[in-house]
């Protein structure tokens, strides 16, 4: 009897390890995806693991191993089978009884602006009696925007304030005379075809028409991602993308038209209206900072074979050298509204006084005005 129970569980053993070996793919799904399209940095998202054994064999355990950007670091209960070297790294173990589909929501933080991609995972399948392992590469694809993340729109507001009196201020040498907005005092510089005369001979003096103007003003900025120095600044390279984006989604708002260019990425137009801003947002998460650019004094080079009366430029770039000074100041001769927003690290004194002889210097009328911007912390 026993001779016979030992046989029995000697043929099962070869039985299943057949079994295994031949269909423990079979009817096996693995499906991988990011929930969301795009997030912030600092937002919280999640990975979505789908497995399906839809089959009459049960997979008594499975392995999924996946690899990921080590930007995005697993959090909450996924931390307990994550790790981060090069990348981040997650290990599941699953137990699918016959035609059953498990799914997990694996919460990670997003720790950094990018374009991520996931392609592949690796699948490792045991028998009923974990003594022999199969493995499967199974590929895949799922994608994500990180966005810069916006800066506190309190800060914001001053620059916004700064590029929007620029605009006012163009807009006002092109008053249209079919766009109507008021009465005021007359003044001895007005012509006599402004004034009032109906509304003049009701009050105490002569008064004349207000009008808006409907020029056309634009703003184009210019995003500067090269980094030349030695050490590298990363932080304020990254803190000048994040300007960029918040400054956009403003002026956007604002119903201004803009273009956003940079010797790091495609030009991006916007017109009136948010709703295009995922287009930027999208562009400026794939910069890569670590690629080599070409000095930003080229791409502003560049702007002065095409420059228009129309355009209000605003420069942000960190390089305060004299051939960057000089480029950005060769809009401004031209009479264009010049903004330089220089990011500089908080406490830095050495960069805020670059930052205030290059604006002493920049001062009166045909230069550019510079925007001294200090990161928290």
Known sequence: MLLLLLVGAGAFYLCQRLLYRRYWRSGLGVAVGFESRAAYEGDLAYLREEITNDKLLPLPALEVNLAMARALKFSGEAKDNASVSDQSYRRDIFSLF????????????????????????????YDFFFRRSFHDDRE?????????????????????????GMAVTKSRLFPDPFQFSGIRDYCPSDPMNQINWKASAKGQGLLVNQFDSSTNVRMKLI????????????????????????????????????????????????????GKLSALYEELSRIDIYRNAERISREILKERGELSAEVIYVVISMNQDEETAG????????GNPVLWVIPVESGDREASARCESVGAEGSGAGKAAVFRWEMEG
């Open 223 to 274: 995003l500067d991602t090269e980094d030349p120095g030695i050490i590298r600044r990363d932080k304020l390279t990254e803190e000048g993308i994040r300007i960029a984006a918040s400054l956009a989604s403003r002026i956007v708002k604002g119903r201004m038209e803009l273009t956003v260019t940079g010797n790091g990425m495609a030009p991006v137009h916007l017109k009136e209206g948010a």
């Open 140 to 164: 895949f694809y799922t994608s994500m925007y990180v966005y810069p993340k916006l800066v506190d729109s309190r800060r914001i507001a001053f620059l916004s304030r700064a590029v929007s």
């Open 98 to 125: 016959v035609r059953q589909k498990v799914i997990r929501r694996l919460p990670f933080l997003c720790e950094k602006r990018g374009f991520y991609e996931i392609t592949k995972a690796d699948v490792i399948g």
């Open 327 to 334: 480029a950005i100041a060769s809009l401004a001769e031209w």
